[in-house]
């Protein structure tokens, strides 16, 4: 049974960072698209980031040149390094893992403070 439990969250000063890691079981995730969605206080889910087996990566305008997604095979776990972080960065940050269907973890509380 394929788990991901997100771990790293929590309150933050704007302008700090924080990381944020997602560790997989049941599943060796080298060989497989992942991503990090989020979820601010009463809007949608948006996507944050994206990497695939490759490590090639994706990233939202938003956080373009402040958050690195990357991936540790041997640990089985897929990181988030967030830095300069904004009030706007505020949100629960959930990690995915795609198959032929796609996997999510239950997410990590993100407050930044301004």
């Known amino acids: 049974q394929v788990q991901l439990v997100e771990s790293g969250g929590g309150l933050v000063q704007a302008g700090g960072s924080l990381r944020l890691s997602c560790a997989a079981s049941?599943?060796?995730?080298?060989?497989?698209?992942m991503g990090w969605y989020r979820q601010p206080p009463g809007k949608q889910r948006e996507l944050v980031a994206t990497?695939?087996?490759?490590?090639?990566?994706y990233y939202a305008d938003s956080v373009k040149g402040r958050f690195a997604i990357s991936r540790d095979n041997a640990e089985n776990t897929l990181y988030l390094q967030m830095s300069s972080l904004k009030p706007d960065d505020t949100a629960v940050y959930f990690c995915?893992?795609?198959?032929?269907?796609?996997?999510w973890g239950q997410g990590t509380q993100v407050t930044v403070s301004s």
């Open positions: 990497i695939t087996s490759g490590n090639s990566t």
């Open positions: 995915t893992l795609s198959t032929f269907r796609q996997y």
């Open positions: 049941g599943i060796r995730i080298s060989n497989y698209f």
